[in-house]
């Protein structure tokens, strides 16, 4: 063998090394891409979940409050008919009155209170959907000691 051929041997030994390399390179591209494609879908898939439970929730908060609010109507409505009737009786009048103060406070702090309730339990809810997860195995950031002055040490 000559020192040409020994040469040529040695470079395409190399030049087979260099893209086997190359090869498994690409092939680590390839599963790292595939690893992304699958991620993005995910999140897509997560952002898509999100979205419809919040549209969920705010029909629910919308149809508590609609309820709430006309059955604060019958309510107040069909309460008016004996209050109306006592209030037209000179002997029941005074009393009625005040007895009518009394319904409508308390009614009115008993539907305000749901429609509270109804309120702050959505804003949960709703923050609860739109809150950031972190991600499944991700570490939490290390916490940083500090000083008395607020520093990091």
């Given at each position: 063998?000559?020192?040409?051929?020994?040469?040529?041997?040695?470079?395409?030994?190399?030049?087979?090394?260099?893209?086997?390399?190359?090869?498994?390179?690409?092939?680590?591209?390839?599963?790292?891409?595939?690893?992304?494609?699958?991620q993005l879908d995910e999140l897509r898939?997560?952002?898509?979940?999100?979205?419809?439970?919040?549209?969920?929730?705010?029909?629910?908060?919308?149809?508590?409050?609609?309820?709430?609010?006309?059955?604060?109507?019958?309510?107040?409505?069909?309460?008016?008919?004996?209050?109306?009737?006592?209030?037209?009786?000179?002997?029941?009048?005074?009393?009625?009155?005040?007895?009518?103060?009394?319904?409508?406070?308390?009614?009115?702090?008993?539907?305000?209170?749901?429609?509270?309730?109804?309120?702050?339990?959505?804003?949960?809810?709703?923050?609860?959907?739109?809150?950031?997860?972190?991600?499944?195995?991700?570490?939490?950031?290390?916490?940083?000691?500090?000083?008395?002055?607020?520093?990091?040490?």
């Amino acid at each position: 063998m000559t020192a040409l051929s020994a040469s040529l041997a040695l470079l395409v030994s190399l030049a087979i090394m260099a893209l086997l390399r190359l090869r498994r390179g690409l092939q680590q591209c390839a599963r790292l891409l595939l690893r992304s494609r699958v991620q993005l879908d995910e999140l897509r898939l997560a952002a898509q979940l999100r979205a419809q439970i919040a549209a969920a929730q705010a029909a629910a908060e919308a149809t508590v409050e609609g309820g709430n609010s006309a059955v604060r109507t019958i309510h107040k409505t069909i309460a008016a008919i004996p209050f109306g009737i006592l209030e037209s009786i000179p002997a029941t009048r005074d009393t009625s009155r005040v007895v009518r103060r009394i319904h409508d406070a308390i009614s009115d702090g008993v539907y305000d209170t749901i429609s509270a309730a109804n309120k702050a339990a959505h804003e949960v809810a709703r923050s609860a959907v739109t809150s950031p997860r972190p991600e499944a195995g991700a570490e939490p950031a290390p916490e940083t000691t500090r000083k008395p002055d607020g520093k990091p040490e």
